[in-house]
């Protein structure tokens, strides 16, 4: 009887310390708020072009960041090793709908393992490295930010990954990804949802300023080819990040190019080149200001557009803020970008302004996470 409970007793020890090395969290974050845009299209002619336009409200989700949710867990292997797992998915919180295409973890589904000395190493479904582009954009890619002026081709998520993060170094730290097109043709025939996709990462970091320097590509699903500079495309990116006590400076170059694209029609831009610069004043401990300016130009007649952006936020506590936006985009004659980042096209479905016209919008809302 007593083997049997020092037995019992031992078991039950050893549960406790295989619970104590392994953990799980749920997290997430809910965004909601009004909005408020001009120059929001209204109808078509019979060609499928934007007509008209007018200004509407709406009771938006996401616009000052993705609404989400997720799990995160670690195990320790044991000799500096840890197995890793993190699953995330995106929802409206204006109608609790969830993303779609059965898409239950859009954003992350990944598996792999970390390790202090050689880093993080992963397996599955990620943001794509173009992502990296937040730590640099002032409104943090909020939906009226660096994001627009690109068409969403900075902030996409991408299937078959294969990470690694470094650790540390010097104050420099690598990332790479790489993503099979998972189809005969090395980089995509159409025979499934993605091409090829990769890109490498490399910042350095200082207690004053931090630099990043980013390459990354993604292939036409349908063909393997780079043939649009919003969709499947090279990207080129170099950012600075200034800390001078309350103040955080920011400055961005961007470009992305295209290539094999023949017999181009005036007014499809083969090319992009965007930039971009900020300031964000932390006032206060709960209070930050923000102001940036981003720019884009389209070559072969896609023309250039400007967006012009104040904002912050407040937070009520250490989970909960405020936050509001105020914005406008000014075209070229040419151009017709909007303050959403929208597929590139004149029809209403698009919610572009008509080209050459402006856009102005005002966003306030709450944001909590957990």
Avoid: C
């Amino acid at each position: 009887m007593m083997k049997k409970a020092l037995l019992a007793a031992s078991l039950l020890t050893v549960g406790v310390a295989a619970h104590a090395q392994s953990s799980v969290t749920l997290y997430g974050r809910l965004d909601a708020g009004i909005e408020y845009m001009s120059g929001a299209p209204t109808s078509n002619n019979a060609a499928g072009v934007t007509t008209g336009s007018s200004n509407r409200f709406r009771a938006e989700s996401g616009d000052w960041g993705t609404s989400l949710w997720g799990l995160k867990g670690v195990e320790d292997l044991g000799g500096g090793n840890k197995a890793v797992f993190q699953l995330e998915g995106s929802f409206n919180t204006m109608t609790g709908a969830g993303p779609g295409n059965n898409g239950l973890f859009n954003r992350w589904a990944t598996v792999g393992i970390a390790n202090d000395q050689f880093g993080t190493f992963l397996l599955g479904r990620e943001l794509f490295i173009s992502n990296g582009v937040w730590d640099f954009d002032p409104f943090g890619q909020s939906n009226w930010s660096s994001a627009s002026l690109v068409r969403g081709r900075n902030w996409p998520q991408s299937s078959n990954n294969v990470s690694w993060q470094s650790p540390k170094i010097a104050g420099f730290d690598v990332y790479g990804q790489y993503a099979f097109s998972n189809a005969t043709s090395f980089n995509g025939n159409g025979t499934t949802t993605q091409g090829r996709e990769a890109g490498l990462q490399v910042t350095y970091t200082t207690s004053l300023f931090q630099l990043r320097g980013l390459y990354d590509e993604i292939r036409d699903a349908a063909n393997g080819q780079l043939d649009n500079p919003f969709t499947a495309s090279r990207e080129y990116f170099a950012g600075v990040n200034v800390f001078l006590g309350q103040f955080k400076l920011q400055a961005v170059y961007q470009a992305s190019r295209t290539s094999g694209m023949t017999n181009t029609p005036s007014g499809t831009p083969t090319t992009t080149d965007q930039e971009w610069g900020g300031v964000t004043w932390q006032a206060t401990p709960a209070a930050a200001l923000i102001a940036a300016v981003y720019h884009v130009n389209a070559n072969n007649g896609g023309g250039n557009g400007n967006i012009y952006t104040i904002g912050g936020s407040y937070n009520l506590s250490k989970r909960t803020l405020l936050d509001i936006q105020i914005a406008t985009v000014r075209n070229s004659k040419s151009a017709n970008f909007g303050l959403n980042a929208n597929s590139a096209g004149d029809t209403v479905s698009t919610d572009n302004p008509l080209p050459g016209h402006s856009q102005s919008g005002v966003y306030a809302g709450i944001q909590h996470s957990f």
